[in-house]
């Protein structure tokens, strides 16, 4: 029986772990995420927009906020007359959804 060298046994070793990290790389390619670029670019537009833009024409209240704090933050005085399902401007809850028109806009 012939001797193996180690050369040998270090280059089955390296591409036992090509031919592992090349399966790996396979499967993880199969596993792409399935947002298309229409989806991507909607993203970006609207994180971009969130930076320069806090409110949008429809606006869903977050934790800790009243209407007068919107108001402040979107420069729409007149919540409370634009939104008639507000029957209550202390009964304010998260995820309400409000309409905004800042003043600028009117």
Not at 100 to 105: A, G, M, S
Request: aromatic share 8%; net charge negative.
């Amino acid at each position: 029986m012939g001797r193996v060298h180690s050369s040998t046994i270090l280059a089955e070793t390296i591409s036992w772990y090509c031919s592992l990290f090349l399966a790996i790389m396979l499967v993880l390619s199969c596993c792409e995420s399935s947002v298309t670029e229409d989806e991507r670019m909607y993203i970006r537009v609207r994180f971009k927009d969130s930076i320069y833009k806090p409110c949008d024409e429809i606006y869903v209240v977050h934790e800790g906020e009243t209407l007068q704090t919107i108001s402040e933050k979107c420069g729409d005085p007149y919540i409370v007359e634009e939104n008639p399902h507000i029957h209550d401007p202390d009964d304010v809850f998260p995820g309400l959804v409000i309409k905004i028109t800042p003043l600028r806009n009117k």
